[in-house]
């Protein structure tokens, strides 16, 4: 069975560092875009950085210059790099995938959710 498997997050202080990976396991014919989301308590869940399979990134206007998403294609996985990180980044970060198991057979996964809590 396919799925989204996280890993990082944790507590840090403003300023710091934190990474978080996400791969795609089981069978898969492609995958189109992977990214990153986040939802704060009484937030909305929003998009952080996303990669497509050619590299086309696009970032949140909160998080540029601070965090960088990368892509192994190889790995089916993405990387979210979050550097000078603040007590507004807190947050449970959810990992997407979309693409396509299948000819006319899409999919959309989503992982656990890991939580990212910046103390100030």
């Known amino acids: 069975q396919e799925q989204l498997v996280e890993s990082g997050g944790g507590l840090v202080q403003a300023g710091g560092s934190l990474r978080l990976s996400c791969a795609v396991s089981g069978s898969i014919r492609s995958i189109d875009v992977m990214g990153w989301y986040r939802q704060a308590p009484g937030k909305q869940r929003e998009l952080v950085a996303s990669v497509t399979n050619i590299g086309t990134t696009k970032l949140a206007d909160s998080v540029k210059g601070r965090f960088t998403i990368s892509r192994d294609n190889a790995k089916n996985a993405v990387s979210l790099q979050m550097n000078s990180l603040k007590p507004e980044d807190t947050a449970v970060y959810y990992c997407?995938?979309?693409?396509?198991?299948?000819?006319?057979?899409?999919?959309?996964?989503w992982g656990q959710g890991t939580q990212v809590t910046v103390s100030s």
């Open positions: 997407n995938a979309q693409g396509w198991k299948g000819f006319y057979l899409p999919f959309n996964y």
